[in-house]
């Protein structure tokens, strides 16, 4: 299986936060949705894939491209959404095409304006006065006019009602339908991740904390239940985000230890946003422990 | 080259088609309808197409900071050190077009014999049409050196510092605008009717002077892009 982007051991220090050996790829064909909390390094991960930002070290290739060389080459054939609007907002659709149009050797202006028919939105009304759901779809809307390959989604979904939020992942699903193309897109928002996506990537803290399918993901925690006292301590090591209550605890656990539970505690399915606040759970149990023994 | 051509039409479609576009193309309307009835508002016509077109340019930084432009530039196939380069290529090209206008304007009304009808002796700026070449020089010169000053300037430190840059680069005008007079006052320096006397006598030697100006503003533009490719390419968006 051909992979449209990989990324190897990508380091990023800022002052506040740093990027640590991020590894993942995406094969061509599927969408992949980057998930993790505000702050866990999804945008920085985008930015250091369309060379916004400068990484330290590690390798980032694009279609077999090195994304710092041939960085001009990458873009001609990737399609880019942000979460917020990056085209002049006194310009109307048509005078956007006329800006961006000379840029992609593959730029199709029949295909622009069809999708623009289909998405509804008028060609001749300042894009300013978009709602934020047409901003999204006229981005959209360029990326898909110049043949690109690889879509990058940062948060499209965050600000936009349940229908947008619907008729985007509509869009992303018909989009790879050739299985010639493939979306990376992240969101803290896990439903749409569960609802189109066939990989996922799991950041927290600057970290990949999971990487892989869905399906390997489904299988791969489930939360723990009980008392206290029917958890061993040898199984208590291996919980994450252990957190104890009046009456008992739970924390989320790796399926390889499942052998080990004893009969008396109760494990259920872990989904996604579950995954998600165990890890967060985790890495404050962490830190408040370094804090301890400082 | 075909990069640079297409950011200049990206800028430009920005610019002219910009909220304060309107009001641009109103005062020039007024300009020419001064044109036509004054018949001889060339030199003031000059200096109000220079005035527009740095009305039209300069607010570009401010239109990309406020629309997230950066964003765009990271994504456009293009390096960031062309999007600089095309900028100040715009603002030199719109420079030399407002100049060669004032050319073309000042050559139809001596051809056409306009300064020399009646209304124009009571007007003011009527000698200046006898200059009307050195004139627009000096107008290329002074438009071309601020705005590409100012282009820089809102480059490095952002659309925030505005108002910071525009007095600075006011002031420092001021200031060698003084420091200039007093030298002439004090006959360091030759004053303004005596360079006038030392310049070149013949057509040719004017032009070629006037080609050595044009070359040295080029030569500071390019600087100023130069300086300002250095600075902000680099750096993340």
């Not at chain 1, 990737?78 to 109307?92: K, R, T």
């Not at chain 1, 989604?153 to 989009?175: C, K, N, Q």
């Not at chain 2, 900071?65 to 960031?80: A, T």
């Not at chain 2, 360079?195 to 500071?220: D, E, N, Q, W």
Request: overall charge negative; hydrophobic content about 50%; some cysteine.
């Amino acid at each position: 299986m051909e992979n449209i982007l990989e990324i190897k051991e990508l380091n990023k220090t800022y002052s506040d936060f740093a990027l640590k050996d991020v590894s993942f790829s995406l094969p061509r064909g599927y969408i992949m949705g980057f998930v993790g909390e505000n702050g866990s390094g999804k945008t920085t991960t985008i930015r250091s894939i369309l060379n916004m930002a400068k990484i330290d070290s590690g390798r980032i290739s694009v279609f077999g491209l090195d994304s710092v060389k041939d960085t001009v080459a990458i873009k001609q054939r990737l399609g880019v959404v942000f979460d917020s609007l990056y085209l002049a907002e006194h310009l109307s659709v048509k005078q956007i095409e006329k800006q961006l149009m000379p840029f992609y050797s593959e730029w199709d202006t029949k295909e622009f304006h069809s999708k623009i028919k289909q998405f509804g939105l008028p060609e001749d009304k300042a894009v300013g006065e978009f709602s934020k759901g047409m901003k999204m779809k006229l981005m959209i809307a360029v990326a898909l006019s110049h043949n690109a390959e690889l879509m990058i989604l940062d948060e499209p979904t965050s600000g936009l009602d349940p229908v947008a939020r619907d008729e985007l992942l509509d869009i992303l699903a018909e989009y790879i339908e050739d299985e010639k193309r493939s979306v990376l897109f992240s969101t803290h928002i896990t439903a749409d991740v569960e609802r189109v996506a066939d990989y996922i990537t799991m950041l927290h803290g600057g970290r990949v904390w999971f990487t892989g399918t869905k399906e390997a993901l489904d299988s791969k925690y489930v939360l723990l239940k009980g008392a206290e006292e029917d958890l061993p301590d040898s199984l208590r090591e291996k919980c994450i985000g252990y957190h104890a209550y009046r009456n008992g605890f739970d924390a989320m656990l790796d399926t390889q230890y499942l052998d080990e539970v004893p009969d008396a505690l109760v494990t259920e399915k872990a989904n996604i946003d579950e995954i998600l606040v165990y890890i967060a759970k985790e890495a404050h149990h962490e830190k408040s422990s370094e804090s301890d023994a400082v | 080259m075909k990069n640079l051509l297409n950011l200049m039409r990206f800028d430009l479609i920005t610019a002219v088609c910009s909220a304060g576009s309107r009001p641009t193309a109103v005062y020039l309307l007024i300009a020419a309808a001064y044109l036509i009835l004054v018949f001889l508002g060339v030199p003031l016509l000059a200096l109000l197409l220079f005035v527009a077109a740095m009305l039209m340019l300069a607010p570009l930084q401010g239109i990309a900071e406020k629309n997230n432009f950066n964003k765009l530039y990271g994504i456009l196939p293009v390096p960031m050190k062309q999007i600089i380069q095309a900028r100040f290529l715009l603002i030199f090209v719109s420079q030399i077009l407002c100049e060669l206008t004032v050319f073309l304007l000042g050559g139809l009304s001596e051809l056409l014999n306009l300064y020399r009808m009646d209304i124009s002796d009571s007007f003011l700026v009527s000698g200046m049409m006898k200059h009307l070449l050195m004139y627009s020089v000096g107008m290329f010169v002074f438009f071309l050196l601020s705005v590409s000053y100012l282009q820089m300037m809102l480059w490095i430190h952002g659309q925030a510092n505005e108002m910071k840059i525009a007095v600075y680069a006011l002031a420092g005008i001021l200031a060698a605008a003084l420091v200039i007079w007093l030298l002439m006052h004090l006959h360091i320096l030759p004053t303004f009717t005596e360079l006038y006397k030392m310049l070149p006598k013949t057509s040719g030697g004017r032009f070629a002077l006037y080609a050595v100006l044009h070359l040295i503003c080029a030569g500071v533009c390019a600087a100023c892009c130069a300086h300002t490719v250095k600075i902000v390419a680099p750096r993340e968006l």
